[in-house]
């Protein structure tokens, strides 16, 4: 039967980035509901509740331990509380969620939903409220309230006008829409429906409440066949009845321990621990069946008739086959990425397992929420809390299944001002058809106005250049000139044009059509999308990726190096997005590039890149391309560090980096010219040049790249060639070298070449020594560093010594190929 107020929930999920506060009396579908969102594909979501147990039916996580909240209470402003470091993972989680959903919203306090808005925005930026995520609220407020304790409140008073979730500072900054389901699924005799609706909404009159106390009988004690149960307010009370029946019952007593495997805390058991049963207890199913027989569901009651180590038999009234049941599985969830399809996955963190049943003379009325029963005895007189009378008795399927210990006075049936005002306000949000279409106009053209924006990039790079600016002195004099030229590209092309763009947009946006179906849109979007995303390939991305990031000071290269991270990444997303729009735009496949690109995202220096390292260091030409380190850069690093060592300096003392890198840059051939170089001066050239310039003329680069007159590539011409041990045939180690500036690693050229891995090696030090292959494609230069700081140039007799000394740092194969262009 449709219901057509679930498929309005359903798209405005799926199809805009509204919140959503979805709610309804028992019995109406709303976590039937929360299972079908879940088996959503196009959108990124997690779901989360309150409790553990309520965490578990949802098929989620606590609210706590996905945001590392406090238990406490958090008081706004005391950014203190949530500063718990997040792992990587659960990072790019958080970033990438496009919808959160929060069951059982009716017991999530204020200052929870605050706490969720504050870890949100701190991970992904900006200063919309929840990060941007979108929120689906689901829960009845005429239900149970939050627990809030009188000193907790105490602190928090100041902050809310109410505990309820909707007093949270977030949401009353965001619009929200109230979708209130009406269709009750759980009870048909509309005389009880209209008792329970008078008791949700306070409305109930006197002649109502004597008819429902008309289900008053005194002294009721039901056969032990008939399967009532007694809900109470108090678990104190629920227990002592159990307890009591139990020992009243003559059969043997046999006990049932759960099996409880990694993470499942205690607070989240479902069941005992240990079940402690006999026949002719009357106990309740806690799990539905989830076989094709579907024998029992969550709540229905029973009497057991027999057992067994591994089984136990239960015979439910009205029905002539019993249900034999064994152990079952409740599982403790961690929602993590996966590393092959980038979605978001519930990994199993721990187990527990136990025969689904828990003694069910008597339960309290808190954890009834969201069960269903034939007959109840309803203990409510005692009621404590808002909502508990109207859960108790909406438990119920009929009136006549339902009898009432006490006599439910007026007084029980508790009225709160504010919640009679938000009920009044859910009204007045509940939404049109008129302002679906409005909704989903204004989350297509939102997302057009981010596909035409290149502001993170240029936030980024502004951080970059600021770090440069600051400490230019350790930095490549290059650097901040080619930062500039990017910075104004940047700007001029892709920003700025970006930005004429996004000023043609409302013009499109007045026209009728949805911009999804808006043809002349489509084709604009189409044709800039091709124009931006040549743009990125041809001139921002690799511009920005050939900077050079040597540095003397490992914290500014640090910085350096993640600023730039972050403006890459934030240029690969805008990418992928235009990529997809090329073919026309989509909201929802715009949304999947848009987080595919952040989770597959890996700078390009931490990637197999060594053939385009190679080709750049070269050119077209042959020469070399100034803005990568060359070979040069890194012998004069080796000096520059062997200096620090005998002079037991710094290395920064004996030439800073800016220096070293003007000398690679220019590559003097006289004193004179070098004495001209900043840093060093006509003293310092005088007593060092030589030892600069004997390196310089005797570098690999120096006659291929048309510097002086040096005769053999490699070799320096006042000292004799070394000898060569055992040099294989030139095709074998240029071979090895094709696949491994293919990518390929030094097993996978083995496998493929059926030679050892230690043969490989022996082929790339060959290609380092000739000068085919840079050193620093090998092994990085904070390695290099490293090792010739430590050792020099001269190869450590024991390699298995030299790993202990660098703590493990380098490896041996690292340590070979090093030495191998010394």
């Keep these: 039967m449709p219901n057509e107020r679930l498929d309005l929930a359903h798209n405005y999920v799926l199809h805009t980035s509204q919140n959503v506060f979805l709610t309804g009396k028992a019995g109406t579908g709303k976590t039937t509901f929360l299972h079908q969102i879940k088996q959503l594909s196009a959108k990124r979501l997690v779901v989360v509740a309150?409790?553990?147990?309520?965490?578990?039916?949802?098929?989620?996580?606590?609210?706590?331990?996905?945001?590392?909240?406090?238990?406490?209470?958090?008081?706004?402003?005391?950014?203190?509380?949530?500063?718990?470091?997040?792992?990587?993972?659960?990072?790019?989680?958080?970033?990438?969620?496009?919808?959160?959903?929060?069951?059982?919203?009716?017991?999530?306090?204020?200052?929870?939903?605050?706490?969720?808005?504050?870890?949100?925005?701190?991970?992904?930026?900006?200063?919309?409220?929840?990060?941007?995520?979108?929120?689906?609220?689901?829960?009845?407020?005429?239900?149970?309230?939050?627990?809030?304790?009188?000193?907790?409140?105490?602190?928090?008073?100041?902050?809310?006008?109410?505990?309820?979730?909707?007093?949270?500072?977030?949401?009353?900054?965001?619009?929200?829409?109230?979708?209130?389901?009406?269709?009750?699924?759980?009870?048909s005799d509309q005389r009880f429906i209209d008792l329970l609706n008078g008791i949700r909404e306070k409305t109930i009159t006197a002649k109502g409440l004597a008819d429902l106390?008309?289900?008053?009988?005194?002294?009721?004690?039901?056969?032990?066949?008939?399967?009532?149960?007694?809900?109470?307010?108090?678990?104190?009370?629920?227990?002592?009845?159990?307890?009591?029946?139990?020992?009243?019952?003559?059969?043997?007593?046999?006990?049932y321990t759960a099996t409880v495997l990694d993470d499942f805390p205690e607070h989240m058991y479902p069941t005992e621990h240990k079940l402690e049963l006999k026949v002719g207890a009357q106990v309740m199913f806690i799990k539905n069946d989830v076989s094709r027989d579907k024998l029992f569901y969550n709540g229905k009651i029973g009497r057991i008739i027999a057992f067994g180590e591994d089984y136990i038999e239960v015979k439910c009234p009205g029905e002539a086959m019993s249900i034999v049941t064994g152990p079952v599985e409740w599982q403790n969830i961690r929602y993590t990425l996966d590393p092959t399809t980038k979605a978001i996955k519930s990994d199993i963190i721990g187990s527990f397992m136990q025969f689904p049943l828990r003694l069910a003379w008597a339960i309290t009325v808190h954890k009834s929420q969201g069960l269903t029963f034939e007959r109840a005895i309803i203990d409510a007189g005692k009621a404590f809390a808002h909502g508990q009378v109207y859960v108790a008795l909406s438990r119920c399927k009929t009136l006549e299944g339902l009898v009432l210990q006490t006599p439910i006075p007026a007084s029980s049936i508790k009225t709160e001002y504010n919640l009679e005002r938000f009920h009044a306000d859910v009204q007045e949000r509940t939404p049109t058809e008129q302002?679906?279409?409005?909704?989903?106009?204004?989350?297509?053209?939102?997302?057009?106005?981010?596909?035409?924006?290149?502001?993170?990039?240029?936030?980024?790079?502004?951080?970059?250049?600021?770090?440069?600016?600051?400490?230019?002195?350790?930095?490549?004099?290059?650097?901040?000139?080619?930062?500039?030229?990017?910075?104004?590209i940047l700007t001029d092309k892709a920003r700025l044009?970006?930005?004429?763009?996004?000023?043609?947009?409302?013009?499109?946006?007045?026209?009728?059509?949805?911009?999804?179906?808006?043809?002349?849109?489509?084709?604009?979007?189409?044709?800039?999308?091709?124009?931006?995303?040549?743009?990125?390939?041809?001139?921002?991305?690799?511009?920005?990726r050939a900077l050079p990031t040597e540095s003397d000071n490992k914290q500014v290269r640090t910085a350096l190096l993640e600023y730039l991270d972050d403006t890459e990444k934030a240029l690969?997303?805008?990418?992928?997005?235009?990529?997809?729009c090329r073919d026309g735009f989509d909201a929802l496949r715009y949304g999947e590039a848009r987080n595919r690109a952040e989770l597959d995202f890996v700078p390009a220096r931490k990637q197999a890149t060594a053939p385009a390292i190679g080709a750049r260091q070269r050119g077209a030409a042959g020469r070399r391309d100034e803005s990568k380190p060359s070979a040069l850069y890194f012998e004069l690093m080796k000096w520059r560090n062997n200096m620090?060592?005998?002079?037991n300096a710094m290395a920064y003392q004996i030439m800073s980096q800016q220096t070293l890198t003007e000398i690679e840059r220019v590559r003097p051939e006289t004193i004179e010219q070098l004495a001209k170089i900043k840093g060093l001066g006509k003293a310092k050239a005088k007593r060092i040049g030589d030892e600069l310039l004997h390196i310089i003329r005797n570098n690999p680069d120096y006659a291929s790249a048309g510097y002086g007159n040096a005769s053999r590539v490699g070799v320096a011409r006042d000292q004799p060639q070394r000898a060569q041990p055992n040099v294989p045939s030139a095709a074998a180690h240029e071979a090895t070298l094709t696949l491994f500036l293919s990518g390929k690693s030094i097993s996978d050229i083995a496998t493929a070449r059926g030679i050892s891995p230690q043969t490989v090696e022996n082929h790339l030090a060959i290609c380092i020594r000739e000068g085919s292959l840079p050193i620093e494609v090998v092994v990085s230069?904070?390695?290099?560093?490293?090792?010739?700081?430590?050792?020099?140039?001269?190869?450590?007799?024991?390699?298995?010594?030299?790993?202990?000394?660098?703590?493990?740092?380098?490896?041996?194969?690292?340590?070979?190929?090093?030495?191998?262009d010394c």
Excluded: C
Aim: hydrophobic share 40%.
């Design 644 to 647: 620090a060592s005998e002079h």
């Design 781 to 820: 230069a904070d390695k290099l560093s490293l090792i010739y700081s430590t050792f020099g140039t001269e190869r450590p007799l024991s390699l298995t010594g030299a790993v202990k000394t660098l703590d493990g740092r380098v490896t041996q194969r690292e340590l070979r190929l090093a030495y191998a």
């Design 572 to 580: 690969v997303v805008n990418l992928a997005t235009f990529a997809k």
């Design 435 to 488: 302002h679906f279409q409005s909704a989903k106009r204004v989350n297509q053209e939102q997302r057009l106005y981010d596909l035409f924006s290149f502001e993170q990039a240029a936030y980024w790079l502004g951080r970059t250049r600021k770090v440069v600016g600051d400490s230019a002195r350790s930095l490549p004099m290059n650097l901040m000139p080619e930062l500039t030229e990017l910075a104004a």
């Design 497 to 544: 044009m970006a930005h004429r763009f996004q000023k043609q947009l409302p013009e499109y946006f007045a026209q009728e059509p949805l911009p999804e179906a808006n043809e002349a849109l489509q084709v604009r979007i189409r044709n800039a999308s091709v124009y931006f995303h040549n743009l990125l390939t041809d001139e921002l991305l690799p511009k920005l």
């Design 213 to 255: 106390n008309q289900r008053y009988i005194p002294d009721f004690a039901p056969d032990d066949e008939a399967g009532y149960i007694t809900l109470s307010t108090h678990n104190n009370t629920a227990q002592q009845i159990n307890n009591r029946k139990l020992a009243e019952l003559s059969s043997p007593l046999r006990s």
């Design 50 to 187: 309150p409790t553990g147990v309520a965490a578990i039916n949802a098929g989620g996580v606590t609210i706590h331990s996905l945001f590392q909240l406090p238990f406490g209470p958090i008081v706004p402003g005391d950014q203190g509380q949530l500063n718990r470091k997040f792992n990587s993972e659960k990072i790019k989680l958080l970033r990438t969620l496009d919808l959160l959903v929060i069951d059982e919203i009716s017991m999530v306090r204020a200052d929870v939903l605050d706490g969720i808005d504050a870890v949100l925005r701190r991970y992904r930026g900006g200063d919309r409220p929840f990060g941007g995520v979108q929120l689906l609220l689901i829960g009845d407020m005429q239900q149970l309230p939050p627990v809030i304790r009188d000193d907790d409140w105490a602190l928090l008073q100041p902050h809310y006008q109410t505990g309820y979730f909707f007093s949270s500072q977030a949401l009353q900054e965001t619009e929200y829409v109230s979708i209130e389901l009406t269709h009750i699924y759980r009870q």
